[in-house]
């Protein structure tokens, strides 16, 4: 089955505990992004990634990293968490094709920081 | 840049009757666009997209939607909606080829739609 597979799907942590937040694919897909989703918001891209070892940032990327050094994978990390990005994370796939094609999303990650 | 308006926070709607959620972009280039759907507690999927072609693009479950290039708009309708049909919906638009963020995604704020009995 097609599928975008983040881990964990809830999380709690304290300020300042770095955290991965992870994804997989299994569609051979080359582009993956991640977003977060707040109320009134919509989905934000945060970084996003066209292959493996190219990734570039969204819009709003501040306080978060990435990596690519797998197709199937696209980690997300939080070095030194803070409150204001207690959000609903997704992570997304889609074959690269100009943009005119459909994105795979994830369950979700819903992560709050206090 | 490009960006998305949905004009409708929520939409309280009862069953079977017609819906339709509002979606304004706006771009300097050609885009492309999509609405998506997020049912409670899942992630997003696609009820379908325009590319180019035929203005009226149709997609799963009954929806559709016109693409309105003079007015920048691209809004999603159901004649006849269903409690099932209970979810927050996303408008989108994708930048075409030709320019730097293509493929990214830009999302509207999300319309939640309540269809009552």
């Known amino acids: 089955e097609a599928q975008v597979t983040q881990n964990p799907r809830y999380l709690i942590t304290v300020t300042g505990k770095k955290l991965t937040v992870t994804c997989s694919q299994n569609?051979?897909?080359?582009?993956m992004s991640w977003y977060r989703q707040d109320p009134g918001l919509g989905l934000r891209q945060i970084y996003y990634s066209m292959n493996v070892e190219v990734t570039d940032k969204g819009d709003v990327p501040e306080g978060y990293k990435v990596s690519r050094k797998e197709k199937r994978n696209f980690p997300l990390i939080l070095e030194s968490p803070s409150p204001n990005q207690t959000s609903l994370y997704f992570c997304a796939s889609s074959l690269w094709n100009g943009g005119n094609t459909e994105a795979f999303f994830g369950q979700g990650t819903r992560l709050t920081v206090v | 840049a490009q960006s998305v308006t949905q004009l409708d926070s929520q939409v309280p709607v009862f069953e079977e009757a017609p819906v339709e959620l509002r979606c304004n972009y706006s771009?300097?280039?050609?885009?492309?666009l999509f609405w998506y759907v997020q049912y409670p507690n899942q992630g997003l999927q696609l009820l379908l997209k325009?590319?180019?072609?035929?203005?009226l693009v149709k997609g799963i479950n009954g929806f559709e939607a016109e693409f309105n290039k003079s007015q920048t708009s691209f809004h999603l309708r159901k004649p006849s909606v269903h409690i099932s049909d209970t979810a927050e919906y996303f408008c989108a638009v994708s930048r075409g080829a030709g320019g730097t963020s293509y493929g990214k995604l830009t999302f509207g704020q999300g319309t939640i739609l309540t269809v009552h009995p």
């Open positions: 325009y590319l180019s072609g035929s203005t």
């Open positions: 771009s300097s280039v050609s885009v492309y």
């Open positions: 569609m051979n897909h080359e582009y």
